[in-house]
Structures are given as structure tokens and as C-alpha cells.
């Protein structure tokens, strides 16, 4: 590792395959990933169908000029603006979430002359733009939820988007009231700004529905998804609505990188979303999820060093009422091979989504294990 630049801190477990929910290390140790890489792999690390369309598609061709075309991207664009529910409208294949996001951003900004956009506190955005690492800047309104009264403080006529994340699986897994991002968006609409959606980590079922967005109801202009979309493999999309599309198509500008509507990418995409059709496993995750919930809040009942419990689908979370619990039980878990995200008081749990029940059920029984091993100290 000395010679990796260390802008993330890296764990030291070597993992040299990987399968489903698990991850094996070079002495055939087991792992149970319940962080799904990145919150990536939503079919699971490995998966042979997906693993099938790569191969194919390797040997047909993976990345192309725009002088010339695939037909792939048109045949993705297709499905996921019908998934989203943008008929009619128009989508762009790029790399990350972090570029969609941010491409999303200067779209808004550039159809409607604004510069401003608003957001909820703790959304993480994009790696760069105005994202989480850009420095705090006049640019960025962030309201914290329910806060009505920074609300009606907000000149949205100078805003270009608001930018929803929902859930902030960067930030806390905490969905924003229904009544409050309606407010917001209400608000938005009515001073002309865009709702741009960031599905990059709720998309593609997370939330056991297809996007995070339709918990509230909202009929987007922009959407951005990442992440799931190609299942461990860098591809993601910006798409739009029939009439932001119509308004970018009036006046449009140029955005050219090496990797826009790759083959590769569009391939395997276009193979992750059938594969969720064809084992109906969002519907799954919804139920999984209700399950899990109520083994955690179980918990929850049994120790008092728990909070709470928050989370929609396969995104959840245990928040402590103290940082140090949530470290110890972290640790705990990490020493029984199961792999959760830590931050702050909070820990979280975002597997793949066809994880076993037994999995779900191994690792409800060992945080309790970690939590009477704590109190029996
Ligand atoms: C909600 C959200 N948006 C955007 C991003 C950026 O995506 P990427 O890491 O693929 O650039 C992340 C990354 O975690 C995210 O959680």
C-alpha cells in the first residue's frame, strides 16, 4: 500500500475472490460483505450472467469514437428512461456517479442561467463539483430536514436545482420527510428552478422500489444513477426528462470526454436492470429489508446503547447513542468476518440484494453477540 495514494483509508484484509455476498482472502477466510463493495454490486460480486455479458461484449468491441455508433446506448437509454418513468425523454452514459451528478449539475445550471443549487444537509453528490470535497462555497444552500424555517427563507429564484439525495448513505441513511421534500420541491418548481434526483446509490432497487425517489412521489427533470447500474463495472447516466431534454436540445453545449456511451458499460448495464426484472428481486429486497428492520429494532429493544433504526429496503442503519459503541460493535463484527460501514455513531448495512435470509439472520445474531460482550464487560 506504500505506494497508493492515500486519499481514502484502506483496510489491510487481502481479498482475492469474491462471490455473491462473500469475499475470500488468500488463506480461504470467508467475509460476508454487507457494504456491497461501494454499494455497487447490488446482483452480488461475481455474477455469472453479468460476468457472461462482459465476456461477450469483450469480444465484440468495448469502447468506440462518436463518429461511429453501438446501438447500445440507444437500447439502454430506452429501458431506463421507462424504469424512470422520463418518457420521451433522453439520457447520457458516463463513467461515475460522481460525473453524472456533476454533469447533471451543469446541465440545470446551463438551461436555467442559475448558478445556486440546494440540497439537503449531509449529501454527498459528487467526489468533486460542488460535492462533497469541493470547499464550502456561496453556491451551496444545504437545508437540514424539516426545517421549514430556513425554507421559507430560501430565494429559490436564484437557484438552478434542487438537488435531492435521498437517503444519504454517504452521510447518515436518513430519509427526509415526504412532507418536507415535497415543500422544497414545490417551492423549486414554482421559481422555476429543476429537480435533479440523485439515484447513484439508491437506484436499481436499493430501496426495494426501482429508485429512492419514488418514496416522494416526484416527477424529476434530471435523474442521476451510478453505482448498481453496472454492478461493480464504472458506468453511469444522466437522463431527462421529454422537457428538460427539449429545453437542453434548444441550447446545448458541448461535454466531450473519452468514455461517454461506451459499449462495455451499456452492455452490462442493460443486462444488470433485466436481470433485476427477471428475478423480481426488488420485491424481494422490500421484503428482505422489512425483515431485517425488524430483526434489528428487536435489538434495538434488548440494548439500550441502540438509538435507533433508520433506513428503507436494503439500506440501514443502527444509530448508537455514542460513537465508541458503534466503533466496538464495527469491530466486533469486523474480527467475526462480517464487513459493515462505520461512521460516526452510526453503523451501516447495504448488501447485495439477493443476500440468503440464513446471512441476514448470521449477522442480526452476532451484533447481539458484539452488544452482550459490551454489556457483560
Ligand atoms: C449519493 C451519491 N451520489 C454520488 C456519488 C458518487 O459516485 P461515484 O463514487 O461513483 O463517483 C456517491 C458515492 O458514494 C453517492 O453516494
Known amino acids: 500500500m506504500e505506494n497508493i495514494l492515500p486519499l481514502v483509508s484502506s483496510g489491510k484484509i487481502e481479498i482475492i475472490k469474491s462471490e455473491g455476498c462473500f469475499l475470500f482472502d488468500s488463506r480461504g477466510e470467508r467475509y460476508i460483505d454487507m457494504e456491497s463493495g461501494v454499494w455497487c454490486v447490488n446482483l452480488g460480486h461475481n455474477h455469472k450472467k453479468i460476468n457472461r455479458i462482459i465476456q461477450r461484449q469483450l469480444e ?54 442559475r448558478r445556486k443549487i440546494c440540497t439537503i444537509e449531509g449529501s454527498y453528490l459528487s467526489a468533486y463539483g460542488q460535492g462533497v470535497s469541493s470547499n464550502p462555497n456561496k ?16 430565494d429559490f429564484s436564484n437557484i438552478a436545482a434542487f438537488v435531492f439525495e435521498p437517503g444519504t448513505a454517504w452521510g447518515m441513511i436518513s430519509f427526509p420527510s415526504e412532507q418536507f421534500i415535497t415543500a422544497i420541491a414545490k417551492k423549486a418548481r414554482s421559481k422555476g428552478s429543476l429537480l435533479v434526483v440523485d439515484e447513484v446509490t439508491t437506484g436499481m432497487g436499493r430501496t426495494g ?3 429512492g425517489y419514488e418514496h416522494y412521489r416526484l416527477s424529476p427533470d434530471i435523474v442521476a444513477c451510478g453505482k448498481g447500474l453496472g454492478n461493480g463495472y464504472p458506468v453511469s447516466a444522466v437522463s431527462l426528462s421529454e422537457k428538460t431534454a427539449e429545453a437542453f436540445g434548444k441550447n446545448p453545449f458541448r461535454y466531450a470526454q473519452s468514455h461517454q456511451n461506451d459499449p462495455l458499460g451499456c452492455a452490462i448495464a442493460l443486462g444488470v436492470i433485466k436481470e433485476l426484472d427477471r ?13 431485517f428492520k425488524s430483526l434489528l429494532k428487536n435489538i434495538c429493544h434488548k440494548h439500550n446503547q441502540i438509538k435507533e433504526i433508520r433506513g428503507k429496503g436494503l439500506m440501514l442503519a443502527i444509530a448508537f447513542h455514542n460513537e465508541e459503541n458503534a466503533k466496538q460493535v464495527h469491530q466486533f463484527l469486523l474480527e467475526h468476518r462480517i464487513i459493515c460501514g462505520q461512521k460516526l455513531n ?11 435470509h440464513e446471512l441476514i439472520l448470521e449477522v442480526t445474531q452476532t451484533i447481539e453477540m458484539a452488544l452482550n460482550d459490551m454489556a457483560a464487560k
Do not use: C
Open 346 to 356: 452510526m453503523l451501516r448495512f447495504m448488501p447485495p440484494l439477493n443476500i440468503e
Open 279 to 291: 428475478t423480481n428481486l426488488i420485491r424481494r429486497t422490500e421484503e428482505e429489508g422489512i425483515l
Open 139 to 154: 453556491e451551496l444552500i444545504s437545508i437540514r430536514n424539516n426545517d421549514y424555517e430556513k425554507l421559507s427563507s430560501i
Open 60 to 113: 465484440k468491441t468495448t469502447h468506440l469514437g462518436s463518429q461511429v455508433r453501438s446501438g447500445l446506448p440507444e437500447k439502454l437509454s430506452e429501458v431506463l428512461l421507462e424504469k424512470l418513468r422520463l418518457y420521451n425523454g433522453k439520457s447520457v452514459f458516463l463513467n461515475s456517479g460522481s460525473e453524472a451528478v456533476d454533469l447533471s449539475i451543469t446541465i440545470a445550471r446551463h438551461i436555467t442561467g
Open 209 to 211: 422500489i426501482w429508485f
